[in-house]
């Protein structure tokens, strides 16, 4: 029996062990938090993990817990829309709350036979397959996969793999609040103003998702507790909104880019944040992550040396993630660098976003999934 251990049980550590449990390997995963959870907000699921989901056996059952979109708009503060996109075919897209997503994919693991092991701290591993725990623990496997040990991986840092993260001078702050009040429609909306954008999500029956961003430069936009005079003045018509969020629990971080030179080195594969970290603009983190599992796992199902299948793997797939991290970048240097004075050309720009096919098919290139890197979902899980 094949044997893979996997450092981290987030979104990709927990599908990847799943996949390849049910194909008959034994697999561990080491997380080093206390539970299986994730950071409390929202979270798109769109097309391309929708599709994994579902091959996985899990996506029914979360749809009671979250919200299917029916279109996404751009809306600037004085209320007029500038965009706004049909969520269907193979841009549909369902919003959750990140624990009842994670909560998921951890009791599929479960059900496969998957050993998870939390307070299980990862610091390096070799590229013959040795694995070092914090603790000074040692394992050994046929695959140990760096799935979700974040942009600073320590599997991906204790490898020679040219690879590291940068930060980019962009704040986010996230919330999820227990109400429906302001989103009583199944669409998202995102609001512009200036250099700040707030969009506002269903995320479920009872919960609505909010993410804020700014230039790391506006010190008033990246303040907390929420600056609410200073973000009413900006927002006007999102003012009772403001009321809510600023007695609301949030996370505050920058966004960054991950730049690896490889994805995989003997028989270590990166995954994940850990390979492709990206600005969040295009809600694609948690979809990358599911494809480039569900294409690992394949490629090991139909190759007889590892190797072999992390290299094919990685020239096979990893151009969809490449592609969208370039576009998540610029899509983020667009909402935070454009020049006050061009400000008369920006409904135009967020225009062509939603209405221009051409620019859409690179820009979302990565909901297309794994179609694009010629693999059948079906015949994957055959």
Same mark, same amino acid.
């Given at each position: 029996m094949k044997t893979a251990e996997i450092a981290g049980g987030g979104i990709g550590g927990l599908a990847i062990a799943t996949l390849l449990a049910r194909d008959g390997w034994s697999v561990r995963v080491h997380e080093r938090s206390a539970e299986i959870r994730e950071i409390g907000a929202g979270i798109?699921?769109?097309?391309?993990?929708?599709?994994?989901?579902?091959? =996985?056996g899990v996506f029914d059952g979360l749809i009671p817990y979250g919200t299917q979109l029916d279109y996404a708009q751009i809306q600037f503060a004085d209320g007029s829309v500038k965009q706004r996109r049909a969520l269907t075919g193979l841009s549909r897209v369902h919003v959750f709350p990140r624990q009842v997503l994670i909560e998921a994919l951890r009791d599929a693991a479960l059900a496969a036979g998957v050993d998870v092991r939390t307070r299980s701290t990862v610091e390096s591993a070799t590229p013959d397959g040795g694995l070092k725990l914090t603790?000074?623990?040692?394992?050994?496997?046929? =695959?140990?996969v760096a799935a979700d040990d974040g942009v600073s991986s320590a599997v991906r840092g204790s490898l020679p793999m040219r690879s590291g993260f940068r930060l980019l001078p962009t704040i986010i702050d996230r919330f999820l609040i227990e109400s429906r009040e302001f989103t009583r429609e199944p669409r998202?909306?995102?609001?512009?103003s200036g250099n700040r954008r707030i969009g506002v999500t269903p995320s479920g029956p009872q919960h609505t998702y909010v993410y804020m961003v700014a230039p790391q430069a506006d010190?008033?936009?990246?303040? =907390?507790?929420l600056d609410v005079a200073d973000w009413s003045a900006r927002f006007p018509l999102l003012a009772p909104l403001f009321q809510v969020l600023a007695q609301a629990e949030s996370t505050q971080y920058n966004y960054g880019v991950v730049d690896c030179e490889k994805w995989s080195m003997g028989r270590v594969a990166i995954l994940g944040d850990a390979a492709h970290g990206l600005p969040p603009t295009l809600g694609q983190g948690a979809g990358l992550t599911l494809i480039n599992a569900y294409a690992l796992a394949h490629f090991l199902r139909h190759s007889n040396s590892i190797e072999s299948a992390l290299r094919e793997w990685e020239t096979r797939v990893r151009f969809i993630s490449d592609r969208t991290q370039s576009w998540s970048c610029r899509y983020d240097w667009f909402t935070r660098q454009w020049p006050t004075q061009l400000d008369f050309a920006r409904p135009l720009v967020a225009w062509s976003f939603g209405r221009l096919r051409f620019l859409n098919d690179r820009m979302r290139v990565a909901d297309r999934g794994l179609r694009l890197a010629g693999i059948s979902l079906d015949e994957a899980h055959a």
């Open positions: 798109y699921i769109k097309n391309n993990s929708i599709e994994v989901l579902e091959q =996985l603790d000074g623990s040692h394992y050994r496997a046929d =695959l140990i998202t909306v995102e609001h512009w010190t008033a936009a990246c303040k =907390l507790p």
